[in-house]
């Protein structure tokens, strides 16, 4: 199956489906679920993954929604950090562990899980305590603005970017290990809009208006060279808003 989210109307919070390589998409409506809303920007689905296994799992606001059915119904699951105040940015599922980042005023926080059972993940004690993204003194800047913010995993490792920084860490289950420094993205063209690895070779991909950059890692995001590897496209060309390997997921 592929699943579709994004932006709801009002009383409108929709996830589409297709089971035909994505030739025709039915939509479920998932009004109704506990703390489900739509209309402004904070009641937009911004996180969405799979653990290739059919289950999947979904965010507005603090909530996550699951589903173990391959996305034909989904069902409210927890909201993660427990108080209610912190908004959903990125999900991502690694090393048997979902791996949720949100936002809290000016800071951005990581919260994990060991995969399970959805009635093994449904209480606060099953997840992490919520983590803020920092290597100790330079944290990542949760105001950045919502499409800057965004995360990539593979083999235990996560990658945060907050449009200008990022920041590696390792996680499994409930255990969160923040890896080296926080690193400054060389791109000349600002901001950072996405990230994407296919486990060996990690790149970033930035710029609105100018033609955009790619940055690289070849040690799972602790080091990203001194300078774009890609530094500007043609001048028609006005950013970098994607990137993805063709590489199964997840990995």
């Known amino acids: 199956a592929w699943l579709a989210v994004g932006r709801n109307a009002a009383n409108k919070v929709y996830v589409y489906r ?3 390589g994505g030739s025709n998409w039915s939509g479920l409506n998932l009004d109704g679920l506990t703390n489900i ?3 402004s920007s904070d009641d937009w689905i911004r996180g969405l993954a799979s653990d290739g296994l059919g289950t999947w799992m979904l965010g507005l606001k603090g909530n996550l929604y699951i589903s173990t059915d391959s996305g034909v119904s989904f069902s409210y699951l927890i909201q993660p950090t427990g108080d209610g105040t912190h908004l959903i940015r990125s999900i991502s599922y690694t090393n048997s562990t979902w791996v949720v980042i949100t936002k809290q005023g000016s800071e951005l926080h990581v919260s994990t899980c060991a995969a399970s059972t959805a009635a093994n993940m449904d209480a606060s004690g099953d997840w992490s305590t919520s983590t803020q993204i920092t290597d100790g003194s330079n944290a990542l800047n949760g105001n950045a603005g919502a499409d800057s913010v965004k995360s990539a995993a593979a083999a235990g490792r996560v990658c945060v970017i907050d449009g200008v920084n990022v920041q590696p860490m390792n996680v499994s289950g409930k255990t969160i290990s923040m890896v080296g420094n926080r690193q400054a993205i060389p791109d000349t063209v600002s901001p950072a809009r996405c990230i994407s690895t296919d486990s060996f070779t990690w790149l970033i991909g930035s710029g609105t208006t100018s033609p955009g950059d790619i940055c690289r890692s070849v040690n799972g995001g602790e080091a990203w060279g001194a ?25």
């Open 18 to 20: 297709s089971t035909d």
């Open 37 to 39: 809303s739509g209309g």
């Open 227 to 251: 300078a774009p590897i890609v530094d500007g496209f043609d001048a028609s060309f006005k950013g970098v808003l994607a990137i993805a390997p063709n590489v199964l997921m997840p990995l």
